[in-house]
Each structure stands twice: as structure tokens, then as C-alpha cells.
């Protein structure tokens, strides 16, 4: 099977391999384009796109990504190949790790390509976002002093260097502070809306800054008190997907994420 990088003249063609409850593929893949990090490819089939993915390389880690298969193409092993080759583009930029989040569907395919199951994703939902509540005094808009504390603490709650995703963002983002020292942050414009922090309170106030306009939310579930405090506040718990590594474990702490960035990039 061939495969080939997927250029600016392919996002028109991407729209039929669109998955029922995913979110927009196109802008996604209009991302991956701009992005030097990342490495969107496709294969074709009588000169229509069959299949499609992405891996993206963040230093030692990766995580693979938008991994569709066309409905007319599917069980031809398409989806298995694309997983081998973004595998390979992984091996050949140095990557130690590489995570994914699974649905039922792909989950199969990616444990007989070496894929072991880390934790739940759970996905929450309510009618509409939480009233708006006063927001905490320990809470500010990041400045430029806080940019790199925000990076480096990143590194040690998620265990991967992400700062080639979040500089970007971090412009209108907000940071916790404990007794003078930032202890959580939140990424409104990052993906779904990025919620770290070191400890619970710092967690949870983000966490109710950010449901004060979104009524929705993604945790690992082994963020308990994060789980406990969604079903506490009328989230009710709409569908769970896997989150999946393959390779060297490094030191992610899913109790310290009270907001996912998105499925692509856990």
C-alpha cells in the first residue's frame, strides 16, 4: 500500500471520510498542514482518497491521530496499514512513546499493532454550561512572566514537551497560584480547553471557570475528584473512549487533568 503527504488541494476531498460524532476533520488536517511537527498522510484507491491519519511528533513522544478509513473501504486492512506507516514516521523522527485515543472501532486494530490500554477518556455533558460564579482570587490572565512556569509545569503534570502546541495559545490564558506560585492553568483557545493543575483546589476552580462557558468536558477517569465533581454539578456521563500507549510509559498523571486538550492529542 502507498501512501502520500496530504497537501492543501486534498482538504476538499476530506469531507466523505467525515466519522458520525467526531469533530470537524477538515480544520484539523488544515492544521496538521501548517504545523512542522506534524505529518498528515493519506492512501487512495482508484484516485479516491481511502484512508487518512496523522502522526505528530512532540520530541520524545508522539501521538497518532484522525486515523479514518473510508465506510466503502473498511476490512481491507487499511486502517492497520496507515497505523504501521505513521508508526514507522514515528520510529524515524526518535519518538520513545506513542499514545493514542481509541474508539471501539479502531481499538482492535491498535492493540494488534502493540497498543496497550492506559485509562478511560470519559466525556461529560449537560444541557447547558454552569451559572457564572465569581471567579476565584487566586486566579489571573497569564502575563509573560508566567509563560515559561506554564511550560515547565506542563512537562511535569503531562510528561511530554508540548510547548510547540501551547506557546501559541497562551495568549488569554488563565493561571492558579498558591501562595504566590502557579499551581494550574487553563487554555481556553487549545483545543477543547486545556485544565492542569498540581493539586485539586487549583484543578477545580479552573475547572468551574471553564464550565462557566462550555457544557462539555473530557477527563481521564483517573481523575476521580474531577469525575466526582462533574456528576456533582448535572454533567452526566455521555460515552467513554481509551486512551492507548505503545512504548517507553512516561510520566503522565491523569489526576492532575481537569480538561483534555482534544482526541488528538489527549
Not at 243 to 250: D, E, H, L, T
Request: contains cysteine; glycine residues 10%.
Amino acid at each position: 500500500m502507498q501512501f502520500e503527504k496530504i497537501t492543501n488541494q486534498d482538504l476538499a476531498f476530506l469531507n466523505p471520510l467525515q466519522p458520525e460524532g467526531w469533530g470537524e476533520i477538515v480544520p484539523a488536517f488544515e492544521f496538521y498542514l501548517d504545523s512542522p511537527v506534524c505529518f498528515p498522510v493519506k492512501t487512495t484507491i482508484s484516485q479516491k482518497i481511502a484512508g487518512i491519519g496523522a502522526a505528530i511528533i512532540l520530541k520524545d513522544t508522539a501521538w497518532l491521530a484522525h486515523i479514518i478509513v473510508n465506510h466503502e473501504n473498511r476490512k481491507q486492512g487499511i486502517g492497520g496499514a496507515i497505523t504501521a506507516h505513521l508508526l514507522d514516521i514515528t520510529r524515524e523522527q526518535g519518538c520513545k512513546t506513542v499514545s493514542l485515543i481509541a474508539t471501539d472501532l479502531g481499538r482492535p486494530v491498535y492493540k494488534k499493532a502493540g497498543f496497550a490500554d492506559q485509562d478511560d477518556y470519559v466525556f461529560y455533558e449537560r444541557e447547558a454550561p454552569l451559572v457564572k460564579c465569581n471567579t476565584s482570587a487566586d486566579i489571573a490572565i497569564c502575563r509573560e512572566e508566567h509563560r515559561a512556569v506554564i511550560l515547565e509545569l506542563d512537562r511535569a503534570l503531562s510528561g511530554e514537551t508540548r510547548g510547540c502546541l501551547l506557546e501559541p495559545k497562551l495568549d488569554g490564558a488563565y493561571v492558579h497560584q498558591s501562595n504566590g506560585k502557579i499551581d494550574g492553568y487553563f487554555i481556553p483557545n487549545l483545543g477543547e480547553g486545556l485544565v492542569m493543575a498540581e493539586n485539586d483546589r487549583a484543578g477545580l476552580e479552573l475547572l468551574k471557570l471553564k464550565l462557566s462557558c462550555s457544557n462539555k468536558n473530557v477527563l481521564p477517569a483517573g481523575n476521580g475528584r474531577g469525575m466526582a465533581f462533574m456528576r456533582e454539578s448535572g454533567f452526566k456521563e455521555t460515552k467513554r473512549a481509551k486512551r492507548m500507549v505503545r512504548g517507553q510509559r512516561f510520566g503522565w498523571h491523569p489526576e492532575k487533568m481537569f480538561g483534555r486538550i482534544a482526541g488528538n492529542l489527549g
